[in-house]
């Protein structure tokens, strides 16, 4: 099981919009500060973290009264693979391994980025948090992904960037977890403290 953003997909395009793009589109749109926009929305996306409508682009684009959408097809060319991330796939879909990509991707970008790097071929399964109505972080989204896909927790590898993530996947049983430690190419790496943690998932191709 693999995650896609700051996994295979650089965290660099999702940073920008996050914490670069939107809140300036906001300020314009509100006439009001960077700085004022940027610590306004920040405090939204802490009150959001770990639950499904941080993830979703449409409580957003309500929220904000921007298209949101639109915003990340306009810099859409921002999208692009971790270093090696290409690789990986290309290599482990050859194998006589099910793989299966788990995200808590909304949709819209879920689809704007299969359509950019062409990831959504290397899989056996594509399955998004929000086909399920709970985000990774909640156990309520493991008891669903396994009704609906079956998966066995005692052989199941999964890769994540994220730690709260994996402490979910780790509750419920998954027995093999790495943290990607270079989620975003701007950006130093963050050295795991609670995983084993490798920069890349190309590292796994060298083991």
């Known amino acids: 099981m693999l995650d896609m953003d700051g996994t295979l997909l650089d965290l660099a395009y999702d940073n920008f919009m996050w914490l670069e793009h939107i809140p300036r589109r ?12 940027l610590e306004l929305l920040g405090a939204k996306y802490a009150q959001a973290q770990g639950e499904l409508r941080w993830y979703c682009l449409d409580h ?13 097809h ?10 090696g991330a290409l690789q990986f796939l290309q290599h482990v879909s050859e194998q006589n391994i099910r793989v299966l990509m788990v995200t808590n991707s909304h949709r819209e970008t879920l689809n704007l980025k299969d359509a950019i790097t062409g990831l959504g071929e290397y899989f056996d399964g594509i399955h998004s948090s929000h086909d399920y109505g709970y985000a990774k972080e909640n156990q309520d989204f493991w008891h669903a992904l396994q009704e ?3 998966f ?3 052989t199941t590898m999964f890769v994540d960037d994220s730690p709260s993530v994996l402490r979910s996947a780790r509750d419920y049983g998954i027995a093999m977890l790495l943290k990607i430690t270079c989620p975003d190419s701007r950006r130093p790496e ?16 060298q083991s």
């Open 26 to 37: 906001y300020a314009i749109e509100n006439d009001m500060p960077h700085a004022e926009a």
């Open 60 to 72: 957003w684009s309500e929220y904000l009264g921007i298209d949101v959408v639109q915003l990340h």
């Open 74 to 83: 306009d810099n859409s060319y921002r999208i692009g693979y971790l270093p």
């Open 148 to 150: 609906d896909v079956g």
């Open 152 to 154: 066995d927790p005692a």
């Open 190 to 205: 963050i050295v795991p403290k609670e995983f084993v943690g490798v920069r890349g998932v190309s590292e796994l191709l």
